[in-house]
């Protein structure tokens, strides 16, 4: 069986969490942004969902491999751009989709394996 199919089949609790986790702290920091530095529900909001994230990635790193489960904590990026845009009326430029593709694809190559 391909290594990398075999990683993804030992860690994918772990991958699903730590997915989870980064969608969860990238929403929190929309919310922070949403908040405009002032107290209100927006900021609350940010500080639950990045304290859920935060607990998700811990719990994460019980059911899979540091090396294959940290990497992946950078398609934060990816979701926070992508909420900045469906939320934030936020443009994606060229190098934003090169960046988001770079991420990615070394998250995937970076984490693709226990060895």
Known sequence: MNPFIQSFQKNKVGILFILIASISTASG???????NGKWNVYLLLGFAFYFIGAALMIVAFRFGSLSVLHPLLSMGYVFALLLGVAFLNEQITMMHIIGTLLITGGAILIGGGDH
Request: no cysteine.
């Open 29 to 35: 920091q929309m919310f922070w942004k949403l908040s």
